[in-house]
């Protein structure tokens, strides 16, 4: 079964009473439909990618991207491995930051793109935990 991202990210969004922007959700469905059939990669993934290579922009997307797909979709995750949500939270924002600081002077459009995600780690993931009690799981 084909998972429709786009409507349950809007009612996700509904579920919690937080609106990202339009950019927001279409990254999100994006990254989703990409990562989300490898959902056995994702434990740990995050970290691997931002420790391996913090200036290699990929990568830090992929830090990114992994770490909020865990900290919405896998909460239950972190505490089989002693790692708390919080810490997935923090290598998202920072990996977005990083991003947004690379782009700062190349590409004004991603600057505001990765810093606005970087901004709204939280209330994405959370958005995402409403998705994943919605069916996206």
Not at 66 to 77: T, V
Request: net charge neutral; charged share 25%.
């Amino acid at each position: 079964m084909r998972v429709d991202w786009y409507q349950l990210i809007l009612d996700a969004q509904m579920c919690r009473g937080i609106t990202l922007g339009d950019d927001q959700v279409w990254y999100l469905c994006s990254i989703l439909e990409e990562h989300m059939r490898d959902v056995h990669m994702v434990d740990f993934y995050a970290y691997e990618c931002w420790a391996s290579n913090q200036n290699d922009s990929a990568s830090l997307k992929l830090a990114g991207d992994f770490s909020i797909i865990s900290a919405g979709f896998f909460p239950d995750r972190f505490s089989r491995y002693g790692v708390s949500r919080d810490y997935y939270l923090l290598v998202g924002r920072n990996a977005y930051e990083r991003l947004a600081g690379i782009y700062y002077i190349k590409n004004k459009k991603h600057f505001r793109h990765y810093k606005r995600l970087a901004d709204n780690v939280v209330g994405i993931s959370a958005v995402l935990e409403a998705a994943s009690k919605l069916g996206g799981k």
